[in-house]
C-alpha cells in the first residue's frame, strides 16, 4: 500500500508563509503527476495545484495563483507547496495524491497537514 505523508502545516498570521512537503513511500510516485488538494471545514476537497511527472508543468487554482508554487524533487519521492501571502480562506487540511487530468479522484490519501491562517 502507497503511503504519502503530508507536514509543514501550522497556525500562521494572515500574509504569512508555510512550505508543505509531502513524502511518498514508494518510487512509483516518480511517474505520475500530483496535486495537492485541500479541504475546509463543511467543503469538499478542492485541487489547488499540480505538477506533472518531470516538473516541467504546473497549474494552480485561480483562488491560489500566484501565491502558491508547487515542485518536486522525484529523487527524494517529495513534492512541495511553498504559500505566500496566505489568507484565511486558505485555512484547510491540505493533502497530496495523485493527479488525473480526466478527473478522476485518487484512491490513496494521507493524514493531511492542517493550516491554519488567523490573526
Known amino acids: 500500500q502507497v503511503q504519502l505523508v503530508e507536514s509543514g502545516g501550522g497556525l500562521v498570521q494572515p500574509g504569512g508563509s508555510l512550505r508543505l512537503s509531502c513524502v511518498f513511500s514508494?518510487?512509483?510516485?516518480?511517474?505520475?503527476?500530483i496535486g495537492w488538494y485541500r479541504q475546509a471545514p463543511g467543503k469538499q476537497r478542492e485541487l489547488v495545484a499540480s505538477?506533472?511527472?518531470?516538473?516541467?508543468?504546473?497549474n494552480y487554482s485561480d483562488s491560489v495563483k500566484g501565491r502558491f508554487t508547487i515542485s518536486r524533487d522525484n529523487a527524494k519521492n517529495a513534492v512541495y507547496l511553498q504559500m505566500n501571502n496566505l489568507k484565511p480562506e486558505d485555512t484547510a487540511v491540505y493533502y497530496c495524491?495523485?493527479?488525473?487530468?480526466?478527473?478522476?479522484?485518487?484512491?490513496?490519501w494521507g493524514q493531511g497537514t492542517q493550516v491554519t491562517v488567523s490573526s
Open positions: 495524491s495523485r493527479y488525473y487530468r480526466n478527473g478522476e479522484v485518487p484512491s490513496d
Open positions: 514508494t518510487n512509483i510516485f516518480r511517474i505520475y503527476a
Open positions: 505538477i506533472s511527472s518531470v516538473g516541467i508543468n504546473t
